[in-house]
């Protein structure tokens, strides 16, 4: 993955627009957060696999950025994107990376199922 | 310790538990040529740590860690690796008597004399409890007389206060570089932690005086 450039990621979520897509979204502090930190509220959500289209999809300059996507009925939003890559497989991984590289949130399109 | 042990089976969700909790007294067993086998639940796939610059994806960290794990398997000595299959973080979303089934299979097929797992109310990630309250749970079912022993780990941080100390102390220090091999392999976890500790070693001596002198195990009563 690369470090955001936010003109490059915008074409990139253009492509998938209006298509029938795969998301991964996930949002974690790390299972072990409250274990090394007891006054770490530890909170988080995953969804893999979750078919839907959008019609509008953003990527705001601020960095880290934020993604947007506006569908038929609602939305779709992840903060903190530092990095993307498209995959051998043509999927669009974005992801947060903190300041030690451990993953803090992730928003992933793929035309494709991701695996299990 | 554990000389004459018939099979052992080891069952953790992560690639990577076993290298922290039990490596040294794994190999310590594979050296006697007693038969171990380690059934990893998952691959560790939601793994945080990915790196800045980041060396991996979500998507591609799996096939990392699958490697890592059959690295650290040949440091243990371990001839039979089975990888489960199931996703990281959702073992205890997984239908209860699905779990037991899983470990109640392998049991009926390799009929071991003692087994490894986590300790369960005391092993902090969900899926080592549900790892853990599945083992306990299928060997609860078997006839008392042919149970094997359950070793179990535990680390939360009331662990001692609440259970008192281990009944099993295992000094590993003569497969202290072995164990050191195995936490290597899993370089996508332990890289940076490894490095940490070298440098804090200088002075506090901290990562053989935790990990790699001695194993702790509580016996699992049913
Ligand atoms: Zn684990």
């Given at each position: 993955m690369e470090v955001v450039n936010k003109e490059h990621l915008q074409q990139l979520i253009d492509r998938f627009a209006n298509k029938d897509v795969f998301i991964h979204l996930e949002t974690t502090n790390g299972a072990y957060a409250a274990h090394f930190n007891e006054a770490v509220f530890n909170a988080g959500a995953f969804i893999r696999n979750v078919k839907l289209r959008y019609e509008l999809g953003k990527v705001v300059s601020d960095k880290p950025h934020r993604v947007g996507l506006k569908l038929e009925h609602g939305w779709v939003y992840a903060q903190g994107i530092t990095h993307y890559e498209v995959d051998e497989l043509g999927r669009l991984l974005m992801a947060g990376l903190d300041?030690?590289?451990?993953?803090a949130v992730a928003l992933q399109i793929s035309e494709q199922p991701f695996a299990y | 310790m554990f000389t004459d042990e018939r099979q052992v089976l080891v069952v953790f969700p992560h690639p990577d538990d076993e290298a922290f909790s039990c490596a040294g007294v794994i190999r310590q067993m594979t050296k006697r040529n007693i038969p171990v086998t380690y059934a990893c639940l998952t691959l560790g796939e939601m793994g945080r740590n990915l790196g800045n610059p980041p060396f991996a994806t979500r998507e591609s960290l799996p096939e990392i860690r699958r490697k890592e794990l059959q690295q650290a398997a040949e440091a243990m000595g371990i001839q039979d690796l089975r990888m489960m299959g199931l996703r990281d973080k959702t073992i205890e979303f997984e239908d209860d008597e699905k779990m037991v089934k899983l470990v109640a299979d392998l049991i009926d097929e390799l009929n071991p004399s003692l087994m490894i797992t986590f300790l369960p109310g005391f092993s902090v990630h969900p899926d080592h409890e549900a790892t853990a309250r599945a083992v306990v749970e299928a060997v609860r079912r078997m006839p008392e007389e042919t149970r094997p022993t359950i070793l179990a780990v535990g680390f939360a941080n009331d662990t001692v206060e609440k259970m008192g100390n281990p009944e099993v102390v295992v000094d590993i220090s003569d497969v202290k570089m072995d164990k050191l091999a195995a936490l290597q392999a899993h370089a996508s976890q332990t890289a940076w932690m490894i490095a940490e500790s070298e440098k804090r070693e200088e002075s506090a001596d901290e990562l053989s005086n935790n990990w790699l002198t001695s194993e702790a195990f509580y016996v699992i009563k049913h």
């Open positions: 300041y030690e590289g451990k993953l | -």
